[in-house]
């Protein structure tokens, strides 16, 4: 705030006023800086265990296509009729206004696998199965680690403006209103001042 500014009722209203809108939108910079901490902190945890899961159908995945070379023998002509993923969707929500995707991903018939019957073997299903458990997990990953990025980012840029209104415009704003009020008053006391000496003389005059 300009320290030169006229020490006016006017000026001191509106300095008042800034002051008031800055200390509410400190306020509801930091509840919203909350709700976001919370909901990326719930995200976080949901990721670990999303990654858990993803490790436990990899293994079981990579343990059923072993088995299902040894009974086959190797599976890559099989594994070409796999059809190509296009089935994976993605919107989004706002939390506190910060657009978080959803990632959706078709769910797919698991048994029978399209190489078919005739051509596989139980370990050869397990396997194609658990591989769909992990793209659909893996998509649900995404989805939660991109939100917790932009949740992040924008903790990050909601901190920096609740620290600029804390640390800077709510002290200047502080500041001012004391330097007006002070500015006011010493007038106020030197016009009471003048007014009694004005009195004194006239009545000195009248005596």
Do not use: W
Request: charged share 30%; proline share 3%.
């Amino acid at each position: 705030m300009n320290n030169q500014i006229v020490p006016t009722k006017g000026n001191l209203l509106a300095t008042k006023k800034s002051l008031e809108l800055s200390r509410t939108g400190f306020d509801l910079l930091d509840r919203k800086r909350n709700i976001l901490i919370r909901e990326m902190m719930s995200l976080i945890d949901r990721a670990t265990q999303i990654q858990g899961k993803i490790d436990q159908a990899y293994a079981h995945a990579y343990k059923m296509l072993q088995r299902a070379n040894i009974t086959l023998g190797i599976c890559e002509e099989l594994a070409q009729t796999v059809p190509i993923e296009n089935g994976l969707n993605v919107a989004y929500r706002s939390v506190m206004g910060v657009e978080i995707p959803m990632v959706s991903l078709e769910r797919q018939k698991t048994v029978p696998a399209p190489f078919g019957l005739q051509s596989s073997n139980t370990f050869l299903d397990q396997a194609y199965n658990s591989f769909l458990e992990v793209k659909r997990l893996t998509a649900e990953l995404a989805e939660v680690e991109n939100s917790v990025y932009r949740l992040a980012d924008a903790v990050k840029k909601t901190q920096k403006r609740a620290n600029a209104l804390k640390n800077i415009m709510i002290p200047r704003f502080e500041d001012t209103v004391k330097r007006i009020t002070d500015a006011l008053e010493e007038k106020d006391r030197e016009e009471f001042t003048r007014l009694k000496v004005i009195k004194r003389q006239k009545t000195q005059k009248s005596a």
